[in-house]
């Protein structure tokens, strides 16, 4: 079994910033990749950013010079820095990692955007 912690949502004004972490337990394989992604309401899901075991970074369009993802391998942990946040950015974000033959999801984390 694993378990997906996530930590860091919550309220933000415009233009500020919030971090995310996520930190994957149990039993664990090789995490090839873990990652973020986002659903606001009526929208599909989609990446925000992720980093493979080697540090390879992709980000979603409305991420690129805004959010940073990093890894920790050691800790099994993925953090996402979010800055100059935008109202559109409001959604559920989700950790997910992908072990090769399986992809996991947290529960997700609400993050609001709004004066």
């Known amino acids: 079994q694993v378990h997906l912690a996530e930590s860091g949502g919550g309220l933000v004004q415009p233009g500020g910033s919030l971090s995310l972490s996520c930190t994957a337990s149990?039993?664990?394989?090789?995490?090839?990749?873990m990652g973020w992604y986002r659903q606001a309401p009526g929208k599909q899901r989609e990446l925000v950013g992720s980093v493979t075991e080697g540090g390879i970074t992709k980000y979603g369009d409305f991420a690129t010079g805004r959010f940073t993802i990093a890894r920790d391998n050691a800790k099994n942990t993925v953090y996402l820095q979010m800055n100059t946040l935008k109202p559109e950015d409001t959604a559920v974000y989700y950790c997910?990692?992908?072990?090769?033959?399986?992809?996991?999801w947290g529960q997700g984390t609400q993050v609001t955007v709004s004066s």
């Open positions: 997910n990692i992908f072990m090769g033959i399986s992809s996991y």
């Open positions: 149990g039993s664990l394989l090789r995490i090839f990749s």
